[in-house]
């Protein structure tokens, strides 16, 4: 039942890259195993032990529940996400850009990379923090080290798909043994841990429900997480499946087992961080934990050394964890929304440096302590833009033109709906709170308030209401895919092409040689030859001209026994010098002297010497506009 309308593949380097077939048993079971547990660590992150932190210590066990409904909020939305990559062959982001305008996935795509960032922000801090506790480096230093992840996930990409969730899953585990050590150390109060899971209210007016609504909006950014949502469509994937009826059955079940088992873990984790806060901190008075640093100086005030070593190495281990699925999320909604494709090491360095400097200035401004309160922030914003993702999630798995027998019940429908209203809501009521808290704290901001911030929230408020109706509007108004490469168009005929004048880049090496053998094997004894060098000594290059020293005597010597050669064997030949930078000289000989077809010798360079001498055959291409054949050095023997 694979999408007809989309012809590129989601993560086209590791697409069906792990054979599933021929398994039985627990094996089959295990093949599948895999894309839950990367998407699990996003559950797992800085960002989560932040709002854990500051929800434990500040209300005991009363989050619990927060928690509880927002694992199982996720489970729900990540099989959906799983079913939609299994079935159709999309990810999310490629089912957005069929559904919607050009100019809508423009605005989705923004949307969800400020998540992105966001979520990379809390990781950089985590990270940083993390190495402080344990190596005592200073925050700012942390923060900048941060930017050489990407040589890890890069190794680890190259290495294939196994590897990358073996490395995710020795992360998870080292924070789980962690975090269970811990709890025997601390020893939480169970019978409040079981009245933890009975829901609370969040809306009544005081001060205090204000800032536990805040927490628990954080929670929910922080645990159902939109980016998520992206990826796990994407890595289901992964797996190669029979796409029959039977085949795609069996493959959402096996992926539910996989979503069920990964967020599970990841809910013990997040509980453990809230009850080792609340068993640590709320209990013994200390009721405004809200940094990281806090925590871990106050478990070893309590518990002595191993606790906070444990809480560090586990902080460090979710943070570089996260940051690699962070990456590959950044990919999905990139090549998916808006037909962009990039190296993964210069998408990842570009959302790095975005939450890095975010995190450098709050350093220079506020402070170390100021990084607390910025990572729950950071999932605020997450949460706020959870909406635009779980919305179209819903309405593409409902489609039963599109998923035929494989769209969701209308039971299963009804809840998933009932949980995005509940996302929407929440969010609703803090953006709605925060704006009268800004208008009473600060009279004087009053203009820029009603100016710029109040019909931002309008414009983001209409977008979201046309996620929600044009779906329902247009029901089954597939937009044609537009793919990074374009579509392939039908090839009725193909008809010789005859190139009557050919330029033959010439530098006196041995690819000489294979240079003219392949420009003639294009033209015959019809074509025209011109052989062209170029000087580039430092008086060429100054005036631009022929300067007749002994180099370029030399080399047009030379050039004239390769033309007279050729002619001897029958060729119509001749020789063009040329004068100054090769790529610029080159090309105006093709211009002046109407050639209509190249053949140029590559060096063989690698990155380095490339880096160093500059490589002219891109500069030649991108300055002519006639088709150019690169011919490389063939191996000594």
């Known amino acids: 039942m694979k999408d007809t309308n989309t012809p590129n593949k989601s993560l086209g380097n590791i697409h069906s890259s792990i054979g599933t077939e021929n398994k039985l048993g627990w094996r089959r079971l295990l093949a599948f195993i895999g894309p839950a547990y990367l998407v699990s660590v996003g559950y797992m992150d800085p960002g989560n032990w932040a709002t854990d932190i500051a929800g434990g210590s500040a209300f ?69 923090i993390g190495l402080q506790l344990l190596f005592h480096l200073p925050l700012i230093w942390g923060v900048s080290l ?10 680890l990409m190259n290495k294939g798909m196994r590897k990358l969730e073996v490395f995710i899953m020795s992360m998870i585990f080292i924070m789980g043994m962690s975090f269970l050590i811990e709890m025997f150390i601390v020893r939480p109060d169970v019978l409040e841990i079981a009245k933890g899971f009975i829901p609370n209210n969040l809306f009544k007016g005081d001060v205090i429900s204000q800032n536990m609504l805040y927490i628990a909006i ?39 087992f996989d979503t069920v088992i990964a967020l599970n873990l990841a809910f013990i984790v997040n509980a453990a961080i809230l009850i080792l806060a609340a068993g640590a901190f709320f209990s013994n008075g200390y009721f405004k934990v809200a940094e990281i640093q806090d925590a871990y100086k106050l478990l070893a005030h309590i518990f002595g050394p191993l606790a906070p070593t444990l809480f560090a190495v586990a902080l460090i281990a979710s943070g570089q964890s996260s940051t690699i699925t962070g990456t590959l999320a950044g990919q999905i909604i990139l ?49 706020l833009q959870l909406g635009f993702a779980v919305i179209p999630l819903i309405h593409f798995t409902s489609n039963r033109k599109r998923m035929g027998k494989f769209a969701i019940s209308l039971k299963v429908k009804i809840v998933a709906w009932l949980s995005a209203a509940l996302i929407v809501a929440l969010n609703a009521k803090l953006v709605f709170d925060q704006l009268l808290d800004w208008i009473k704290e600060y009279p004087s901001a009053h203009f820029w308030i009603y100016v710029l911030v109040i019909p931002l929230i309008a414009a983001i408020a209409v977008l979201l209401l046309y996620v929600f109706f044009r779906p329902l509007l247009f029901k089954h108004h597939d937009l044609p895919a537009r793919v990074p490469h374009g579509l392939a168009s039908t090839i009725h005929e193909i008809k010789p092409i005859t190139y009557k004048h050919i330029g033959v880049s010439i530098d006196f090496s041995k690819n000489d040689r294979d240079c003219i053998r392949h420009a003639i094997m294009q033209g015959g004894k019809e074509a025209r030859y011109t052989l062209i060098h170029v000087v580039e000594t430092a008086g060429a290059r100054y005036y631009g001209t022929e300067v007749m020293d002994h180099e370029t005597q030399s080399d047009v010597n030379n050039l004239e026994k390769y033309a007279e050669a050729i002619v001897k064997l029958g060729y119509k030949a001749n020789a063009h010098m040329g004068f100054g930078r090769a790529a610029s000289a080159i090309a105006q000989i093709v211009a002046e002297e109407k050639i209509d077809f190249l053949v140029m010798g590559s060096h063989g360079h690698k990155v380095l010497k490339d880096l160093i001498f500059g490589t002219t055959v891109d500069s030649v291409r991108h300055k002519v506009h006639v088709p150019v054949l690169v011919v490389k050095p063939q191996p000594s023997r």
Not at 228 to 243: D, E, F, M, P
Request: charged share 15%; proline share 2%.
């Open 60 to 128: 005991g066990y009363k989050l619990i529940w927060v928690l509880f409904a927002s694992n199982l909020i996720a489970l729900l939305l990540q099989s959906l996400s799983a079913r939609l990559g299994i079935v159709r062959g999309l990810d999310l982001a490629q089912a957005s850009k069929n559904a919607y305008p050009r100019f809508i996935n423009f605005c989705l795509y923004i949307l969800a990379q400020i998540a992105i960032i966001a979520c990379d922000l809390a990781e950089v801090i985590g990270m940083a």
């Open 146 to 155: 941060t930017l050489t992840d990407t040589v890890l996930m890069l190794f």
């Open 218 to 256: 954080g929670i929910i950014g922080a645990t159902v997480m939109p980016h998520n949502l992206y990826l796990h469509s994407s890595l289901v994937q992964t797996r190669q499946i029979v796409r029959t009826h039977e085949g795609i059955k069996s493959a959402i079940k096996f992926n539910l």
């Open 335 to 383: 090549e998916g929304h808006i037909n962009l494709r990039i190296e993964p090491w210069l998408r990842r360095l570009l959302t790095r440096f975005l939450a890095i400097v975010p995190a450098v200035l709050t350093i220079l401004y506020f402070g170390d302590s100021g990084l607390g309160s910025l990572i729950i922030l950071s999932q605020v914003v997450l949460s």
